[in-house]
């Protein structure tokens, strides 16, 4: 006849057995959701978690999270280009240099589960191109509190972002200048006349320009309808804007380029009224 309680008194160790379940990746969605601005100087951290699974007694453990190439600078790529991340322990972002995160702990019988965060980071003010780059992190458990000896588990897990296109133009030769406008004046219009423009772009992606005239490459008199034609070429390129709204992609450049407008006076200005003839250009510069 055995007494109450009897089976616990009989109970065997169990040996503790751990495990981690990392996500396969991690997004990074940048300050406001849409991934990483390279001119952005807005910094966010990305909150990351591995899952530590259990069995059995209870045990110490250390759980370390490091760049797949070792300690110190982490980077994911886009083919060659490169993008710097940095990991860090929780509410301790920036404060790593050597990339490395180690938190011990330990799971008690019964404790089946436990989360552990960890901080991801991407630097403000990298320029790199746009695309979509990966960062591959390495991540041990060791069934001890000093992450010696062999790890009872390692997976890898991915980092992963997309770094968003960027055109930025302007008047002159500073892209970043905010020169939006520009006024050309001719004075009193002679056929035969040129004046010119320089306009700069910079940009992390393939971009192209397109223009629009608002009197189909026309000068209209202030008055009636006369009206003095002229053309119009991008760095030294003859192109067409009989429309109105040109959907004709006009040139396509990649990275950072100075482009200049010429125009040149072709109508006959010797029978014209006399008057101010305007018309205005619009330059559509978009990323491919």
């Known amino acids: ?46 909150i990351a978690k591995v ?42 972002s920036g404060n ?10 330990n799971v008690a019988r019964g404790q089946f589960q436990r989360t552990i965060p960890f ?48 055109v930025d133009a302007s008047f002159g030769t500073d892209p970043l200048a905010r020169q939006k406008s520009r006024r050309l004046d001719f004075g009193t219009l002679r056929k035969g006349q040129k004046s010119s423009v320089d306009f700069s772009v910079t940009a992390n992606t393939g971009y192209s320009i397109k223009m629009a005239s608002d009197n189909r490459g026309a000068l209209h008199h202030e008055f009636t309808p006369s009206s003095i034609e002229y053309d119009v070429y991008l760095d030294g390129n003859p192109v067409s804007i009989e429309e109105s709204a040109s959907r004709e992609v006009l040139l396509s450049g990649a990275s950072s380029s100075q482009h200049s407008i010429d125009l040149l006076i072709t109508g006959d200005t010797d029978k014209a009224l006399a008057g101010n003839y305007t018309d205005r250009l619009t330059l559509i510069i978009s990323a491919d």
């Open 96 to 105: 790593s240099g050597s990339n490395i995160v180690e938190i011990a702990g």
């Open 1 to 46: 006849m055995g007494l109450p309680g009897a089976e616990g008194l009989n109970e065997q160790p169990t040996p503790c057995t751990l495990q981690i379940r990392p996500p396969d990746m991690v997004v990074y969605r940048g300050a406001l959701s849409r991934g990483y601005d390279s001119n952005s100087d807005r910094q966010h951290t990305e």
């Open 119 to 166: 901080d991801v980071q991407i630097p403000a003010g990298q320029k790199t191109v746009a695309g979509r780059y990966i960062g591959r992190l390495e991540v041990s458990l060791y069934p001890d509190t000093s992450a010696a000896g062999e790890p009872a588990d390692r997976q890898y897990m991915e980092v992963v972002v997309d770094v968003l296109p960027r």
């Open 51 to 92: 899952l530590i699974e259990h069995e059995g007694d209870s045990c110490p453990y250390t759980l370390r999270i490091e760049p797949e190439a070792g300690p110190g600078t982490a980077y994911m790529y886009n083919g060659q280009d490169a993008l710097a991340f940095e990991i860090s322990p929780p509410g301790r």
